[in-house]
Nanobody
């Protein structure tokens, strides 16, 4: 298991940008598939994006495709979520998640991930 700590959330106007960071502990960070999920009040947690262990492949929810970008720096044990052209409907608590896999893969369901951060609030005003 890795310990995950998100940062970078805040209040931004519609059309603006934010970059979230998620720092991980542990020496096997490069063996983990990483993902971002989000949850709004009264809604289920939803998939935002995921990245393979070496960063070669990514996947995104249709709602954020073309606006959000996930990347990782294995030397710094950190994964990022660059969010551009933000909309009020992007308002949510954003969570970083990690799953150990011995083969390159991407998962989009929250039950596949065993490690979670505490979340960071993103609020987009109209």
């Amino acid at each position: 298991q890795v310990q995950l700590v998100e940062s970078g959330g805040g209040l931004v106007q519609a059309g603006g940008s934010l970059r979230l960071s998620c720092a991980a502990s542990g020496r096997t960070f490069s063996n983990y598939v990483l993902a971002w999920f989000r949850q709004s009040p009264g809604k289920e947690r939803e998939f935002v994006g995921a990245i393979t262990q070496n960063g070669a492949r990514t996947a995104y929810a249709d709602s954020v495709k073309g606006r959000f970008s996930i990347s990782r720096d294995n030397a710094k044990n950190t994964v990022y979520l660059q969010m551009n052209s933000l909309k009020p409907e992007d308002t949510a608590v954003y969570y970083c998640a990690a799953a150990f896999r011995s083969y390159s893969t991407l998962m989009t369901t929250s039950t596949e991930y065993g490690s979670w951060g505490q979340g960071t609030q993103v609020t987009v005003s109209s």
